[in-house]
């Protein structure tokens, strides 16, 4: 009976390392994602020049709104909420400067992402920026 008992207690260790294991696996892959989707933002936002302001004042400047609806098409048609189903939200935001650069902030909120109980993950952010020289 003790090696019975002592067995079943290693086999609850190894399952709680798996388990952990595999959580920060995937909690990897998500901000892996994120900042992948992020820079394409980003980029797709440094794009929507606008050409006629850009020829009057001889350099270049972003439509704002351009970017900001691009970069919410790039997260419309990303495979995050696929992948991850705890996804509750998904939301961008284009800031550009009057440099010709462009920054995007995107924002993940989601149910637990982990399966233990003392960690909680229900939030990710990641940033990039994309500037003209």
Known sequence: ??????????VLIFTAFFAFGDDIRRCEMLSKRLKALSEECAHYAALC???DMSRMLGWVVIDETAAQQA??????????????????????????????????????KGKDLLRLPAIKKTQAVSKSAYAWE
């Open 1 to 10: 009976m003790d090696h019975f008992i002592v067995f079943m207690a290693i």
């Open 71 to 108: 970069a919410e098409r790039l997260c419309l048609s990303s495979d995050i909420p696929r992948l991850f189903p705890e996804t509750i939200s998904l939301d961008v935001k284009i800031t550009v400067s009057s440099a010709g650069s462009a920054e995007a902030e995107l924002h993940w």
């Open 49 to 51: 020049v606008d050409e």
